[in-house]
């Protein structure tokens, strides 16, 4: 298989991918504005949470949220991205797609540039409204090189377990299998308060869930005090390449199905 | 009557039978409940906080978010039956349109009294009760049901509006925002945000949360439950009033 022939195909369905996005407003609006939702409603509405005693972050409760939505906008990114994925193997697309590309690895390639096109718009708009609201970064430019590397590698993640899910199952019904992990990944994590101020199961959750160790570390970003970055660092590079090879798996799923 | 029994009857059966429709209206509530009780507890060390625990405070965002789910399901099988031509054989009868509107929004409400027994269960079972007492569990069905009316005349007046489901979808994260601008995580008086704050004030969804939330937490608070019934029956008039209006115009056009 000619390195040509990968590129111009992930071209292709990258393209294809992103003008949808961007001109399907039911693709694009749900994308943007429910991390929208999320930032301003715990920013706004949650604020009086940072002045409770044990809260100990310096840079404020608006950019301890932003923490947070940042790594679940880039996250859903790649989780919409897949449910692309579905969609088009329901309409048949991406069977023809299948047999007409000839670099299956180039398909793929071309969903995660999408998904990272569709992350880095969200991100955009989100950190452009967060900076207008009072987001506070005392990281270098060192840290926020660190905060967005670890954005888009979860999104990079979510986008291949996604696919890996969307191509086994090929039907949007997969939709709350490629969705509900995620979901649960992120949200028993400490979203709200830091680690230290959970209570209940949820504390006992956010101490395996290795999404804590890379909030943590997003959240060290923006505070410009930098914690936990090795340990973050690998645990998403590991989940990349855990989901590398159940995409991989996907691909073959597909093939012997098309 | 008989034409009212009838489409209701279809609408029941047609919501209840699709799982895909019951199960995450009552999962994804229940679950946020679940994360978010346990994550905000520590807010309620905040002076000023009205409970202990913030399971009693957060139960009645389920409620809410419950009826959200019905006003997207309402829309998405309203304009599945635009879709697929039924609304214009169903202009070819007799049919009277509000006999239309209402056939169509029972199922909602069926799914709605299933979606608050649940909660009402759910918070009997791993809270401290509902402070108001057996009466008060009449009266927050009552409240939950007006508020799955109301969001559910707002799902079929878009749906009858632009007559397809895809646009019925697009319009479901609006509903989310007004949920979440309003005093949804903390009271009112605990918003520290002043723009926040007045949004809040001026969100009806914050007095449909407010009523089930005196009903759980404190009791009876007239000025509350009032509050809450004025904003739901008054959103569920004026979406029933519209989506009529739409469908005036729809069968009109056919």
Known sequence: ?258 | MSQVALLARRSVVRTLRQPAMVVPSLIFPLMLLSINSSGLDTATRLPGFPSDSYFQFALAIPFVQGALFSANSAGTNIASDIESGFLNRLSLTPLRRLSLMLGQLTGILALGLIQAITFVVVGLAFGDGIAAGPAGVVVLLLLSLTISLAFGAIGAFVALRSGNGEAVQGVFPLFFAALFLSSMALPRNLIESDWFRTVATWNPVSYMLEGIRSLVIEGWDGEALALGFACAGGVAVIAMAAAASALRTRMVRT
Do not use: C
């Open chain 1, 1 to 258: 298989m000619s390195r040509g022939s990968f590129v111009s195909v992930a071209r292709a369905v990258a393209w294809r991918n992103v003008h949808n996005w961007f001109t399907n407003p039911a693709l694009i609006l749900p994308s943007i504005l429910f991390p929208m939702f999320f930032f301003t409603a715990f920013a706004g509405g949650l604020s009086r949470v940072a002045s409770v005693p044990g809260f100990d972050y310096g840079a404020g409760y608006t950019t301890f949220v932003y923490g947070f939505v940042l790594l679940q906008a880039s996250t859903f990114g790649g989780i919409f991205t897949a449910f692309s994925v579905a969609r088009d193997f329901e309409s048949g697309f991406a069977r023809r797609l299948m047999l007409g590309a000839p670099s299956r690895g180039g398909i793929v390639a071309g969903y995660w540039l999408s998904a990272l096109v569709r992350a880095a718009t969200t991100v955009t708009v989100i950190t452009t409204v967060a900076l207008a609201v009072g987001l506070e970064v005392h990281g270098d430019g060192l840290d926020v090189v660190g905060l967005y590397m670890l954005a888009f590698l979860m999104n990079t993640f979510a986008m291949l377990f996604g696919t890996g899910v969307a191509m086994r199952l090929r039907t949007m019904q997969a939709g709350p299998a490629i969705q509900m992990p995620a979901f649960l990944l992120l949200f028993l994590a400490p979203v709200w308060v830091p680690y230290a101020l959970l209570t209940g199961w949820v504390k006992a959750a956010a101490s395996v869930n290795p999404v804590t160790l890379v909030l943590e570390a997003g959240r060290g970003f923006l505070a410009g005090e930098p914690e936990k970055v090795l340990p973050a660092f690998a645990v998403v590079s590991l989940l990349v390449a855990v989901s590398v090879l159940w995409a991989r798996g996907g691909v073959r799923s597909a093939e012997r199905a098309a």
